[in-house]
């Protein structure tokens, strides 16, 4: 009964920025953890980040740490990834998730959006 719909994906140069956006819908976006994956071609999907229900704690993935940075507006239901400096590896599909469990949002999460294409030039 969750939806999510994501945004905001793009073609952009290596060492450029973008900020994806994902709306959720369907119940009470304040008690839900947040997070974000990616897959790109021939590969498994990967953890990319996570928040939890307040922003209290947030957690990234070592491949995009001190690149990356979610964060949350309760008011509009709406969690963001902004991701600087990209690079070329940095291209996928990138997933929104959520789950009631903060733990659970970063392995196993129960809902998950459309995904939004990020491809990074060289």
């Known amino acids: 009964q969750v939806q999510l719909v994501e945004s905001g994906g793009g073609l952009v140069q290596a060492g450029d920025s973008l900020r994806l956006s994902c709306a959720f819908s369907?119940?009470?976006?304040?008690?839900?953890?947040m997070g974000w994956f990616r897959q790109a071609p021939g590969k498994e999907r990967e953890f990319v980040a996570a928040?939890?229900?307040?922003?209290?704690?947030?957690y990234y993935a070592d491949s995009v740490k001190g690149r990356c940075s979610i964060s949350r507006d309760n008011a509009k239901n709406t969690v963001y990834l902004q991701m600087n400096t990209l690079k070329p590896e940095d291209t996928a599909l990138y997933y929104c998730?959520?789950?009631?469990?903060?733990?659970?949002?970063?392995?196993?999460?129960?809902?998950w959006g459309q995904g939004t294409q990020v491809t990074v030039s060289s």
């Open positions: 998730a959520a789950d009631r469990s903060v733990t659970n949002v970063r392995h196993i999460p129960a809902y």
């Open positions: 369907g119940r009470t976006f304040s008690i839900y953890a």
């Open positions: 928040i939890d229900w307040g922003a209290g704690s947030t």
